[in-house]
């Protein structure tokens, strides 16, 4: 059984920095692509950023603004964001996700393409 399992969200100050990991059991995430997603209340889930298998490439959205950093740890089956000047803008439940295709040729930023996702973990920011 695949399971992805996110932590590290809270509540945080406008500001400050929040470091969300995502375990996978049941997977080895190092041949899949793998990304992060985020869904605030009353809006549609959104990609947030991913990294390919290889790690070889990394792609944000553009709302993150050189404010977040993936980054991954095949060894461990581990995904990591690293998330800093944050705002009320990022409140939001995050999920963690791997892609469908095992050593996608290009790094796929739609939630379509992705197959197993995390329950989520919430991100409050107060301002």
């Known amino acids: 059984q695949v399971q992805l399992v996110e932590s590290g969200g809270g509540l945080v100050q406008a500001g400050g920095s929040v470091r969300l990991a995502c375990a996978a059991s049941?997977?080895?995430?190092?041949?899949?692509?793998v990304g992060w997603f985020r869904q605030a209340p009353g809006k549609e889930r959104e990609f947030v950023s991913a990294?390919?298998?290889?790690?070889?490439?990394?792609r944000y959205a553009d709302f993150v603004k050189d404010r977040f950093t993936i980054s991954r740890d095949n060894a461990k089956n581990l995904l990591f964001l690293q998330m800093n000047s944050l705002t009320p803008d990022d409140t939001a439940v995050y999920f963690c996700?791997?892609?469908?295709?095992?050593?996608?040729?290009?790094?796929?930023?739609?939630?379509?393409?992705?197959?197993?996702w995390g329950q989520g973990t919430q991100v409050t920011v107060s301002s």
């Open positions: 996700a791997s892609d469908k295709t095992s050593r996608r040729s290009y790094l796929a930023t739609g939630s379509s393409e992705y197959r197993y």
């Open positions: 990294v390919t298998w290889s790690g070889g490439t990394v």
């Open positions: 049941g997977i080895s995430l190092s041949t899949y692509t």
